[in-house]
């Protein structure tokens, strides 16, 4: 073969092989040249149809937040019980704020904001692809773009709206100034607490004109318009607060990276916490903490703050107007009529507060918040800073029934249980060590059945009990019951004394399920909320059933002993009832939670610094010596359930089902100061987890039906000696 055939040859295989390489079938559509020809198209048709939403889209008028309507709160019988939603708000111009007040906001939400040109392409997208794809509230936008939904559009959350924000913010961007930008931002962005703009947002939270704020106050401004509500301190759980200082530090370290702070002065910056909330005008008495319970529940349903504060809401509470009422007049009578709060100062520490609930429909029919909403915001109905005390002996013996619990003896637990009511006997079982005190050091003897300890509020038996169920599987029954888990919560025997935070609603609530023979009762204060474009979603209060109706019957049955002969003695009136009282560690807090078939109300004295900046002790302040749960809450919850009850309701009887009665026993009457504490001036002792002491042989004794009492139910005085009472190791006060 020549050269020339050779050759020939070779390009005909090298055309071969070309041909034999080449895309065939669907390959042939994803070529590297027609995928990028195609995104090439896509994006020149994606800049050409938003520039023909630039050209289609105006600037609109400024939306009608300066004609907000009203929200209009209705009792349950469709009176009026108060109207809000006044326009809070005041604008300033951008001059009167120092050029450090300013860029707290620029540091907070928009470091580049001087120089973009005012929209986020990054972060709009992200938020169009959330609200598409059902995420909800995600993605960042620039000042100018919040300025623009706050101005001109609204909070929808949809991708309409937020092609529009982007399109109108261009168009803002270049027709004003970027001051003017920021003030308008500044002035229309919603800070909680009611307020619209720096002005009454400096006003809420720092009782100051916005001129006049620092540098550090208006970081915490800056910072609540992430999430006024979760971030506002007085409001903020310790979660809230962490976020809300993290951001606080954001901001102004951002200001220092922005040249706009000194270091040395951002480094001597301290935490600026702000003034306690004040309500608004008209909202004085117990209205205020009505509307703030009902906002709250509301917000809880996904209705939040600002969409209530914007207005046009017609909200009807659950509030019986004649109930209410009868619930105010119980609390004048029996506490405030005999205290004298402008001139003593002891007398100015007492707080109350109450809730009442319908137990089978779960309706807050009544509730007391304090003296008014106008002296003293914080409302004492939904606090949850103070503990139950022994109110919360209840859930123990609920938790021992509803699992089936055994002593370290192995005797299952009710209420014809022996257990050692010896004053600081030490528990056994347990890796943490506690022998609590009973009140006044009462021994009780070695053989009390439980019934008889529940009557007398007997914290040794209580605490052992704990141990034999599990604070564990107590804590679990607990919360399926309806109380609120919190930081300050550990699973140790202490919480058989109720050591934990609690609300006179979250007790309601735990005391109506009992009622309501196990089924979950979740008060609720709104019966409904209804807007002319929305209404709100409303749960059933009455859930599932969390212990059993033998559980909760069982229960009712040794709380009627509680009444009938215990330390609840003064609620007992012309009506079945069961109940429990309690005291707290250094008489902070003193309760009286009951029931009758119908109507659940728990009652609550609080000792609180008059600044309400910390907790006091209720000694020596509504009578001599201690204050405790079976004294003025007791005789409240029976002033208002005597008033509260039809005659019809207050014939009706307790349907129990017990899983096995109590049995006569020889009763260790309660001491004079559980029925009366007027006479006790004995310092109260705190149950705290004592110094190891070596523990007895055995925890409880097989029940017995006729035990020989001990000197201490026969004669329930207590010891005495020429020194005055007892005291434990300690010196502090023990809770019952």
């Known amino acids: 073969m020549g050269r020339a055939e050779e050759r020939r040859a070779r390009q005909r295989d090298a055309r071969r092989a070309k041909k034999g390489t080449k895309p065939t079938g669907i390959r042939r559509f994803f070529t590297w040249k027609k995928m990028l020809g195609t995104f090439l198209g896509v994006c020149l048709l994606g800049m050409g149809a938003f520039f023909v939403l630039y050209l289609m889209v105006p600037v609109p008028a400024a939306n009608a937040h300066a004609e907000m309507e009203s929200n209009v709160y209705k009792y349950s019988d469709g009176t009026i019980l108060a109207r809000t939603g006044e326009y809070n708000r005041e604008i300033i111009g951008l001059e009167k704020l120092s050029e450090e007040v300013r860029y707290t906001f620029v540091a907070a939400e928009n470091k580049s904001f001087y ?72 002035n229309t962005s919603y800070y909680g607490r009611g307020a619209y703009g720096v002005q009454a947002a400096a006003q809420a939270y720092y009782g100051v004109d916005a001129e006049k704020l620092s540098v550090q106050q208006a970081a915490y401004l800056a910072a609540l318009l992430q999430a006024p509500n979760q971030y506002d301190w007085a409001l903020a759980s310790e979660t809230g607060k962490k976020l809300v200082t993290d951001r606080w530090n954001y901001v102004l370290d951002n200001m220092v990276e922005m040249g706009k702070l000194d270091s040395a002065k951002r480094a001597g910056l301290t935490f600026p916490q702000p003034n306690p909330p004040k309500a608004a005008p008209g909202m004085g008495g117990q209205a205020g903490y009505l509307v703030e319970a009902a906002n709250a529940e509301l917000a809880r ?51 109350a507060g109450a809730t009442s609930v319908e137990a089978a429909t779960g309706r807050i029919v009544a509730m007391y918040g304090g003296v008014g909403a106008t002296e003293h915001w914080l409302s004492n109905a939904t606090r949850r800073d103070y503990q139950p005390a022994s109110t919360f002996k209840p859930i123990v013996l609920a938790s021992a029934l509803e699992n089936e619990s055994q002593t370290q003896d192995g005797q299952p637990i009710n209420l014809n249980t022996i257990y050692d009511g010896t004053s600081k006997r030490p528990v056994v079982g347990s890796d943490t060590p506690f022998a609590p005190e009973n009140e006044d050091d009462r021994d009780y003897g070695e053989e009390i059945t439980v019934q008889k300890a529940t009557n007398s509020s007997v914290n040794s038996v209580y605490a052992q009990m704990i141990v034999d169920v599990g604070p564990g599987d107590t804590k679990d029954t607990a919360l399926d019951l309806g109380m609120k888990d919190g930081d300050g919560w550990p699973e140790r025997p202490a919480m058989s004394l ?42 059933d209060p009455v859930g599932e059933q969390v212990v059993s109706r033998g559980t909760a019957d069982t229960v009712t049955a040794a709380m009627e002993g509680v009444v009938k002969e215990g330390s609840g003695r003064q609620a007992g009136g012309g009506y079945d009832a069961a109940g429990k009282t309690g005291t707290s560690e250094n008489n902070r807090s003193a309760w009286f939670v009951g029931y009758t078939p119908k109507l659940v109300t728990a009652v609550a004295l ?26 003025v809450p ?80 026969v004669d329930p005085s207590p010891s005495t000696s020429s020194s005055g009472p007892p005291t434990s190791p300690s010196g502090a006060s023990v809770p019952r």
């Open 634 to 713: 007791a005789r409240i919850w029976k002033a208002y359930t005597s008033a509260a009850l039809n005659s019809a309701d207050a014939r009706a009887k307790f349907d129990l089902e017990v899983k096995e009665p109590a049995r006569a026993q020889p009763d260790p009457s309660p001491s004079q100061s559980e029925i009366d504490p007027s006479p006790s001036r004995s310092e109260e002792r705190r149950e705290e987890e004592e110094p190891p002491v070596t523990p007895s042989t055995s925890s409880s004794r097989p029940p017995t039906n006729d035990p020989s009492p001990s000197r201490s139910e």
């Open 115 to 186: 120089k973009d040109n005012g929209i986020d392409f990054k972060g709009t997208t992200r938020g169009l692809l959330n609200t598409l794809s059902g995420k909800g509230k995600q993605g960042g936008s620039t000042i100018t773009q919040q300025y623009v939904k706050n101005y001109y559009l609204n909070q929808d959350q949809t991708a309409t709206r937020k092609l529009k924000e982007l399109v109108i913010a261009l168009k803002v961007d270049q027709e004003k100034s970027k001051d003017d930008i920021l003030a308008g931002y500044i």
């Open 498 to 539: 109720g050591t934990m935070g609690a609300s006179t609603v979250d007790m309601a609530g735990v005391y109506a399920t009992l009622d309501n023979h196990g089924k979950k009762v979740t008060p609720t204060i709104v019966k409904s909320a209804e807007h002319r474009a929305r209404k709100a979603d409303r749960k």
């Open 301 to 351: 349903a996904g209705i939040s703050e600002q969409d209530i504060k914007a207005g046009g809401w017609t909200i009807t509470l659950n509030i019986d107007p004649k109930r209410q009422k009868a619930l105010e007049n119980a609390v004048n009578k029996e506490l405030e009529a005999k205290l004298d709060r402008k001139k003593d100062k002891k007398d100015a520490t007492v707080q």
């Open 606 to 631: 609080f000792g609180e610094q008059s600044d309400g900046t910390g907790q006091v002790t209720l000694t020596d302040t509504i009578n001599p010596g201690r204050a405790n749960g079976g004294g």
